[in-house]
């Protein structure tokens, strides 16, 4: 007999489906939040569960910690784990109110003088960080952490004083770019798949993508991957891929690959589901626990691309 009150059950997928593995490898392996999540896109779970697992992650400034982003351990809030929970409310459709507003209250306390956010405050010094994520004592503002948050606040047209220069800076940082490196393209095409000046976005977009090819930032052909230098400081097979750009086919990066680079990417995206179920991550590991709560996150993300490009097949 049903649970009373428990949301209808979707279709059972056929056993050893993409779908039956990532959901046997999330009951496995994730935390609450990711198996919560990962019941509101394909079991047809409510959003209710999924605000409630990510509360725990809330600290009383309005910001997120507690390893929401599992590259930074401990307590204190910070704009990574903040950003992540803003994530988290778009994809169930909770990004606003006075949930909200108590998240733009606290981007508006740590923010950096130009009104934009750095990735990492020094609270976090003192807590167990990855390696690869400097912890210094005046951090300046970075296009990959206020990119982002700015672009999910635009979509869900939130409108607060924060935003104002904080879309200010993202533009400016835009328009500076000349060397970059792919989570710094990805931050950017976050910030404009949504910002309101369409006009602009289009043309700061259509820059970006000239930029990405001239500079080999994505890996067009997964067969030949060492033809595709991977960025300074990155793991050595941490290559980004077209879909790692363009996300769904409504992405302004879209318009930067071709029809056979794209599907030669989600061919790869495919193929990448691994034994247990998962998708593996592709940065550089540093602990255990990091990696185990990473990948049902990354795990999610993927079939959620195939998703959007009607690639993904129960």
């Given at each position: 007999m ?41 079991l ?6 999924v ?21 930074l ?19 169930i459709?909770r ?28 609270g ?11 912890v ?8 990959l ?21 904080a ?5 400016q940082a ?19 798949d949504t ?12 820059r ?20 595709y ?86």
């Amino acid at each position: 007999m049903a649970e009373t009150g428990a949301s209808p059950l979707p279709p059972a997928p056929p056993a050893h489906s993409p779908l039956f593995r990532a959901e046997r490898f999330m009951w496995l392996t994730a935390r609450v939040l990711e198996q919560r999540l990962f019941a509101y896109h394909f079991l047809n779970g409510g959003p209710d569960p999924v605000e409630t697992a990510l509360d725990a992650y809330r600290n009383e400034d309005g910001g997120y910690g507690h390893a929401l982003e599992p590259d930074l351990r401990g307590p204190v809030s910070q704009p990574l784990h903040t950003g992540h929970a803003l994530r988290v409310l778009d994809a169930i459709g909770r990004c606003g109110g006075q949930r909200v507003e108590r998240v733009c209250r606290y981007l508006t306390a740590v923010s950096a003088a130009d009104g934009a956010l750095p990735a990492v405050r020094p609270g976090q010094r003192g807590y167990p960080a990855a390696p690869f994520v400097p912890v210094v004592d005046d951090p300046p503002s970075e296009l990959l952490a206020t990119g982002p948050v700015v672009g999910l606040l635009h979509r869900n047209e939130v409108w607060h004083a924060w935003l104002f220069r904080a879309t200010d800076f993202c533009w400016q940082a835009i328009l500076d770019l000349e060397k970059s490196h792919p989570y710094e393209i990805e931050a950017a095409v976050a910030f404009l798949d949504t910002v309101p000046d369409r006009s602009r976005a289009e043309a700061a977009a259509d820059r970006l993508g000239r930029l990405v090819r001239e500079q080999r930032l994505a890996a067009l052909d997964p067969e030949r991957l060492d033809a595709y230098p991977v960025a300074p400081g990155y793991a050595p097979r941490e290559h980004h891929f077209p879909h790692d750009f363009a996300k769904s086919p409504d992405s302004l990066a879209r318009a930067w690959f071709t029809d056979e680079e794209m599907t030669r990417s989600l061919d790869f995206l495919t193929a990448e589901q691994e034994a247990d179920g998962g998708w593996p991550i592709r940065w550089r590991q540093w602990t255990p626990a990091a990696t185990l709560e990473a990948r049902p996150r990354v795990t999610i993300d993927a079939l959620v691309t195939l998703g959007a490009y009607g690639r993904f097949v129960g």
